[in-house]
């Protein structure tokens, strides 16, 4: 598969779908969802334009420290934490890049995930505030809040009716704007969420991200996913989120076990290591 793809005989959404099988994720598990990069920072422009290396993220760096300013404070936080019980390993993040909260964050609008979400609302939906109603002010909040660092899902890619409130659900209005929450504000460069899905893929399939796509891939699946070159890249997450952290069968009280678990398909999972 490297070598199919190292050759461009695959493309890199083909590449991507692959290692995420491989790595334990599935659509048919929230909490072990595939997980997508975001690719560009440049959601603001009137034209988009591929060719310019300035309007794509660096893939090197956990969605977290993509932003400069957020690299001390994450930095701080690891060598100043410490758990009492030395039970809980020193980490970056809290959240996690991938979780069931995040898939259903994104994909409100269709079911089956409407109603998961507000299954997981208690019944209604979250505030309007927190629903994801804009693709650039999502991308702002992410480099303003090293706390939440959601990468994206495949549909991003290919599935244009997920940006679409087709079924004329009553989402909320913003706080401070007074505005609807309807279909997903889109970036300037895009027209219609099927020209966003066009554009956006066709920025997956460029030049840059071909040449960069590795970085991410080492991050998430790779080798600075746990271990020394984690902790160098600022990319270690909450110890549960780890494949093989905890051993569930070895938990007597059933208490606990669930805890545990409902913690494990909250918070998110950190693919299985290739």
Not at 12 to 31: C, E, K, P, S, V
Not at 44 to 73: C, H, M, Q, W
Not at 99 to 106: L, S
Request: hydrophobic residues 40%; negative net charge; contains cysteine.
């Amino acid at each position: 598969l490297l070598q199919k793809w190292v050759n461009r005989e695959i493309s890199n959404f083909d590449y991507l779908i692959q290692l995420n099988t491989m790595a334990g994720r599935t659509y048919n598990d929230l909490a072990q969802y595939p997980v997508f990069p975001w690719i560009l920072r440049d959601y603001t422009s009137e034209e988009l334009d591929l060719n310019n290396p300035a309007v794509f993220r660096d893939l090197s760096k956990p969605l977290g420290v993509v932003n400069e300013k957020n690299a001390k404070a994450v930095k701080e936080k690891y060598e100043n934490f410490e758990d009492p019980l030395g039970i809980i390993d020193k980490f970056h993040y809290g959240t996690h890049y991938s979780n069931a909260a995040g898939v259903m964050h994104y994909l409100i609008r269709v079911e089956p995930f409407t109603t998961l979400h507000i299954q997981l609302q208690s019944g209604r939906f979250d505030c309007a505030d927190r629903q994801f109603h804009s693709i650039p002010a999502t991308w702002q909040a992410l480099m303003d809040n090293p706390n939440d660092v959601k990468e994206l899902i495949p549909e991003f890619f290919y599935f244009p009716e997920f940006l679409e409130n087709q079924n004329g659900f009553n989402l909320g209005q913003l706080q401070i704007s007074k505005e609807v929450v309807n279909d997903v504000v889109l970036p300037k460069w895009a027209h219609s969420p099927e020209d966003f899905i066009y554009k956006h893929r066709k920025a997956l399939e460029s030049e840059y991200v071909s040449a960069h796509l590795h970085e991410w891939i080492d991050l998430i699946f790779g080798y600075k996913q746990r271990g020394p070159a984690a902790v160098e890249a600022l990319n270690v997450f909450y110890y549960c989120t780890y494949e093989g952290a905890v051993d569930l069968d070895a938990l007597t009280d059933e208490k606990e076990r669930k805890a545990l678990e409902g913690m494990i398909n909250n918070f998110g999972q950190t693919p299985c290591q290739l």
